[in-house]
């Protein structure tokens, strides 16, 4: 019988009372066996302690009773085996969603769930050649700014990836090739901190490459923010109440001032002049050391939303983009 190839979660998740729960499109979540554990758990226990830099070995937090709120997280490594909250993603569908599209659409939910480790390979390669399948600077990066931040275990909201999954499955590559070239460049935004400037470019660049086109030398009207703001707001309309992008949320400040501000902040890191001086509206939202964390932060977001928008109505944004 051949081996299951199978992808490990990084994600520390708390999912409904079930060993399997179907995502569509030939895929599932399942509770992995005593022989997987034993397979992945070295190399995640090792990637662990190195980023959090631990006076001993640790078990990662997966193992662990998680007790208290925010920020009085503790953790007990007294779980038993059978609670270890691993998961794997299994393809049970030779003809479902090939994985890196599957990768793909579980970086749009509003918990990312990080697939990046395939201790035996990934489902679409050669069953000859390398063995495993694993992007060591995202999964460093996902240890350092999740998983080492001490926090409750991750809710997943499955509906909300069954629609994503199926939604990606449904996109033909062939008819939208941008919309599925920016799917590609975000998936592949998550090997950087949160933190990094060029993150936050890598997220307007993808935006401005979903939703606009290069104007013409002598264009003084259909400006890069012109074909923004009106693009986004048009496409938050139609978004779903629990997938909109909030720029609502600055308070008084109109949603077209928001994007205003930032483009604003993205050209001043992206020219290398200071951004502190953009950052009123954000600070005004979130005060003290986190105003870049959480703009950058939202700025993700935006771009999951959009990219979203973009999965479900594929021919009115490639019209939009023009």
Same mark, same amino acid.
């Given at each position: 019988?051949?081996?299951?190839?199978?992808?490990?979660?990084?994600?520390?998740?708390?999912?409904?009372?079930?060993?399997?729960?179907?995502?569509?499109?030939?895929?599932?979540?399942?509770?992995?066996?005593?022989?997987?554990?034993?397979?992945?758990?070295?190399?995640?226990?090792?990637?662990?302690?190195?980023?959090?830099?631990?006076?001993?070995?640790?078990?990662? /937090?997966?193992? &662990?009773?998680?007790? %208290?709120?925010?920020? *009085?997280?503790?953790?007990?490594?007294?779980?038993? +085996?059978?609670? !270890?909250?691993?998961?794997?993603?299994?393809?049970?569908?030779?003809?479902?969603?090939?994985?890196?599209?599957?990768?793909?659409?579980?970086?749009?939910?509003?918990?990312?769930?990080?697939?990046?480790?395939?201790?035996?390979?990934?489902?679409?390669?050669?069953?000859?050649?390398?063995?495993?399948?694993?992007?060591?600077?995202?999964?460093?990066?996902?240890?350092?700014?999740?998983?080492?931040?001490?926090?409750?275990?991750?809710?997943?909201?499955?509906?909300?990836?069954?629609?994503?999954?199926?939604?990606?499955?449904?996109?033909?590559?062939?008819?939208? /090739?941008?919309? &599925?070239?920016?799917? %590609?460049?975000?998936? *592949?935004?998550?090997?950087?901190?949160?933190?990094? +400037?060029?993150? !936050?470019?890598?997220?307007?660049?993808?935006?401005?490459?979903?939703?606009?086109?290069?104007?013409?030398?002598?264009?003084?009207?259909?400006?890069?923010?012109?074909?923004?703001?009106?693009?986004?707001?048009?496409?938050?309309?139609?978004?779903?109440?629990?997938?909109?992008?909030?720029?609502?949320?600055?308070?008084?400040?109109?949603?077209?001032?928001?994007?205003?501000?930032?483009?604003?902040?993205?050209?001043?890191?992206?020219?290398?002049?200071?951004?502190?001086?953009?950052?009123?509206?954000?600070?005004?939202?979130?005060?003290?050391?986190?105003?870049?964390?959480?703009?950058?932060?939202?700025?993700?977001?935006?771009?999951?939303?959009?990219?979203?928008?973009?999965?479900?109505?594929?021919?009115?944004?490639?019209?939009?983009?023009?």
């Amino acid at each position: 019988m051949p081996e299951v190839r199978y992808g490990v979660v990084l994600n520390d998740l708390c999912l409904p009372d079930g060993d399997v729960h179907g995502l569509g499109s030939g895929w599932e979540l399942r509770r992995p066996t005593d022989a997987q554990i034993e397979q992945f758990r070295p190399r995640l226990t090792m990637l662990y302690n190195a980023m959090t830099a631990a006076p001993r070995l640790t078990p990662p /937090p997966h193992e &662990a009773v998680v007790t %208290g709120v925010e920020d *009085s997280i503790t953790y007990e490594w007294s779980l038993a +085996p059978s609670d !270890f909250r691993y998961w794997v993603a299994v393809r049970v569908d030779s003809d479902g969603l090939p994985f890196r599209a599957f990768v793909e659409a579980l970086t749009l939910a509003d918990t990312e769930l990080c697939l990046n480790y395939w201790p035996n390979g990934a489902p679409d390669l050669s069953p000859t050649g390398a063995r495993m399948v694993a992007n060591p600077t995202t999964m460093a990066t996902f240890f350092a700014d999740v998983l080492c931040d001490e926090q409750a275990p991750q809710q997943a909201d499955l509906g909300e990836i069954r629609e994503l999954v199926t939604l990606r499955a449904q996109l033909d590559g062939g008819s939208f /090739p941008e919309i &599925a070239r920016m799917l %590609g460049l975000f998936e *592949s935004t998550a090997q950087l901190p949160d933190r990094s +400037p060029q993150k !936050f470019l890598a997220h307007m660049a993808i935006v401005e490459g979903l939703l606009t086109h290069a104007p013409g030398p002598t264009d003084r009207v259909d400006t890069i923010g012109r074909q923004l703001k009106r693009n986004i707001v048009l496409l938050d309309h139609r978004m779903p109440d629990h997938r909109k992008t909030e720029l609502d949320s600055f308070g008084s400040t109109k949603p077209q001032t928001v994007i205003d501000k930032l483009y604003a902040y993205r050209s001043a890191v992206a020219h290398g002049t200071d951004p502190s001086d953009r950052l009123d509206v954000f600070a005004a939202k979130w005060p003290g050391p986190t105003t870049v964390l959480s703009l950058h932060q939202f700025a993700r977001q935006l771009t999951k939303r959009l990219l979203a928008a973009a999965l479900r109505e594929p021919q009115l944004v490639s019209d939009l983009k023009g």
